[in-house]
């Protein structure tokens, strides 16, 4: 009865020492941490705060290059973000679509693996559909007149699909 | 420049915290300290009646200032470092740019900035180019465009060297480079022979680069010219003759200090001649 007791309490000891253990392992005393994210961002340059205009000049053609420099420089600055909104199409959506249009098949054809290729049709919509071949019963040939070969293997194709077929002749 | 300079008097108690808004376009000086307006103290003087009735206002909008030159940032606070007007200038998202528009003539290397350098050394991979700053920067002879380990620019001691720092804080050597960072040139690299360096004040150089400046449209009307203007305070001009060089030069260091109608005067007369 008292050993019994004993072990009882010595493990609730042992278990609570352990929590101790566990606790003090586990934290970490540290101040707690605050928000320090600033909102205010120092920027020691003069370009952001004024619209400085590009600082290489040349005027009536004394050195084209820097002329044609300058004026790209300025633009770019002045039109920066009037450009993005309006950006200037060099082709159309229209005609984007209609060129695509004529290259979805023969693209496509490029995709497909040859055992699953399958021809392109299209209906009265415009759209294009893969024509589904029909699968039947391919009768074996018959011989008449057939050279006299007693295993022939041939090779027949119906609708992209490769049918291996052997065939008896006696 | 001919409008009066609103000095405001309480500025000289300094330790008084005052709201940017309220003294845009005012001078302030070294050691102001300036209340952005979410931070605004609503129990300030006056602040407690006039501000708006806000919804919810435990939650505050925390908006992105940027602070320019002139002004440095501390814990919190926002502090006036240079003497000058407060400018501010709206962007798009956040609570905008404030800057202090000084004038100053001491140049100090900011990271960006596109500067004119003499070069002044060649030791081994890198130059030594003075930009009127407290150090030589260095520019390795690898940031020309086009330049490689075979192919070495021609760079000679005493070239003009037009670039940009790509290193510049107050702890190290600041860094120039010629190219930009897809590695064209974009008009820098070395400054093409004869023409006239001179120096003027920085306020100056941002005054002419303005994009609504008339001086520069008028001066490029009188005879055909390049310029170049570094950050760092240095112009460099060149036109068809060293006449034509030294009016020019003179034209725009003298221009800092007139007004309009004395410009204009100048350079009807030098239409004329």
């Known amino acids: 009865m008292q050993r019994g007791l004993d072990s009882e309490t010595k493990k609730q000891l042992e278990e609570e020492e352990k929590k101790i253990i566990n606790e003090e392992h586990w934290y970490l005393d540290l101040p707690e941490l605050k928000e320090k994210e600033s909102f205010i961002i120092e920027e020691q340059s003069f370009l952001l705060c004024e619209d400085l205009l590009y600082r290489r000049m040349s005027f009536r053609g004394f050195n084209p290059e820097v002329e044609k420099l300058m004026l790209q420089m300025n633009a770019k600055n002045k039109e920066e973000d009037i450009e993005n909104e309006t950006m200037e199409l060099d082709v159309s959506d229209e005609e984007m679509a209609r060129r695509y249009e004529t290259l979805v ?14 021809n392109y049709e299209e209906d009265e919509n415009g759209d294009i559909k893969p024509i589904k071949p029909k699968k039947m019963f391919l009768k074996p040939q018959d011989s008449n007149g057939c050279h006299t070969t007693w295993l022939q293997r041939c090779l027949v194709k119906v609708g992209g699909l490769f049918w291996s077929s052997s065939c008896w002749c006696l | 420049m001919a409008e009066a300079v609103p000095v405001a008097a309480e500025s000289f108690a300094g330790c008084r915290a005052r709201a940017a808004r309220t003294v845009l376009g005012q001078v302030v000086l070294p050691g102001d300290e300036l209340l952005l307006p979410e931070q605004e103290d ?34 919190n606070r926002l502090l006036v470092t240079k003497c000058g007007r407060l400018r501010h200038k709206e962007s798009g998202s956040g609570g905008g740019v404030y800057w202090v528009d000084s004038q100053q003539k ?23 180019v003075d930009v009127g700053g407290s150090e030589p920067a260095s520019l390795s002879y690898l940031a020309f465009e086009g330049a490689t380990k075979r192919n070495r620019p021609n760079v000679q001691v005493g070239d003009l060297i037009y670039g940009q720092f790509v290193v510049a804080n107050k702890d190290m050597e600041p860094e120039m480079v010629c190219i930009d960072s897809c590695g064209r040139a974009n008009g820098m690299g070395v400054i093409g022979q004869d023409g006239l360096l001179f120096k003027v004040t920085l306020g100056l150089i941002r005054k002419l680069l303005a994009p609504d400046c008339e001086i520069i449209q008028e001066v490029g009307k ?17 036109a068809k003759t060293i006449q034509q060089t030294l009016i020019l030069a003179n034209i725009l260091e003298a221009c800092e200090h007139m007004t309009t109608d004395q410009r204009k005067q100048i350079f009807s007369r030098l239409a004329e001649t």
Not at chain 1, 105 to 118: A, D, E, L
Not at chain 2, 222 to 238: A, C, D, H, Q, T
């Open chain 1, 105 to 118: 098949g023969t693209i496509g054809k490029k995709f497909v693996k040859k055992r699953g290729q399958v």
């Open chain 2, 42 to 75: 609503p129990e300030g003087p006056g602040g407690a009646g006039e501000r708006p009735l806000r919804l919810n206002p435990g939650t505050r909008t925390r908006v992105r200032v940027v602070c320019g030159p002139g002004l440095r940032r501390c814990g």
């Open chain 2, 106 to 128: 001491r140049y100090v290397p900011v990271k960006g900035d596109h500067v004119i350098g003499i070069v002044t050394a060649k030791s081994g991979d890198i130059f030594k």
């Open chain 2, 222 to 238: 009188l005879y055909p010219l390049e310029i170049v203007f570094g950050m760092n305070g240095r112009i460099w001009v060149k």
